[in-house]
């Protein structure tokens, strides 16, 4: 038995927990079931008559080295995390293109008043474009996880493209409307008094800091 394998089931949970970085849930549940699979085997070996020290270290040296285990788990848990991220950027975007709007209601120029220059419009336009697009990579990246699912893999090099694509997709998001609501405020002096535009800023700004956090675990199990 080589000397890297001489460790425990403790030792081997606690090197792969050091090295393995993605979404918490995921992450302890992936290393339940290694822990599962480890004491099953553990077992198996202790029911063939090894002692339970032994019987423990053959069990984690047939389990495979951090090594070899660590680029297949590491993989799963970028998945996953790119398909939390995926999953959370569908929901805020329907909602954010179904409810955008209903921020400007009771504007200077939702009544018919003067309307604000064209570049505020055009910048409007973008943002639904925005969501839009957000809307559509992540239900492309949903599907290309499922397809790599039936072939038995964690992701493919789309799903990446699509992944870093959903990223930018968000940054500009982000970027176009804080400066739309900035814009906002500078055209129509009550913006920051208005409640619906007080609400729509606290959503906008709790579902930009969601979406931030799901994509820095991305990023990091992805890395």
């Given amino acids: 038995m080589r ?8 030792e081997r ?20 079931e290694v822990r599962d699979a480890l004491h099953d085997a553990t077992e198996a070996y202790r029911d063939g008559g090894l ?3 032994e019987a423990e270290r ?10 070899e285990l660590v680029p297949a788990y590491q993989a799963e848990l970028a998945a996953g995390a790119l398909r939390g991220l995926s999953r959370r950027a569908l929901g805020i975007a329907v909602v954010l293109s179904a409810g955008g709007d209903l921020t400007w209601q009771g ?15 055009l910048l ?25 699912a039936r072939r038995g893999r964690a992701s493919t090099p789309a799903g990446r493209l699509l992944g870093l694509g959903l990223v930018g997709t968000l940054a500009f998001g982000a ?9 906002s405020v500078g055209l129509w002096e009550a913006a920051v008094t208005w409640p619906p535009m007080i609400v729509g800023a606290v959503l906008a700004g709790a579902a930009h800091f969601s979406l931030f956090r799901a994509t820095r675990s991305w990023l990091t199990a992805a890395r």
């Fill in 124 to 148: 409007s336009a973008s943002l639904d474009a925005v969501w839009l697009a957000v809307a559509g990579l992540a239900l492309a990246i949903l599907l290309s996880g499922r397809r790599a």
């Fill in 51 to 53: 002692p339970a020290r």
């Fill in 3 to 10: 000397a890297c394998d001489e460790v425990g089931i403790d």
């Fill in 107 to 121: 504007s200077s120029w939702s009544d018919g008043g003067t309307p604000p220059p064209a570049g505020y419009q």
């Fill in 13 to 32: 949970l606690r090197d792969l927990t050091f090295r393995l970085h993605g979404p918490k849930r995921l992450k302890t549940e992936l290393l339940r």
């Fill in 175 to 183: 970027v176009a409307g804080t400066a739309l609501f900035g814009w």
């Fill in 58 to 67: 053959r069990a984690v040296a047939d389990f495979g080295t951090p090594g």
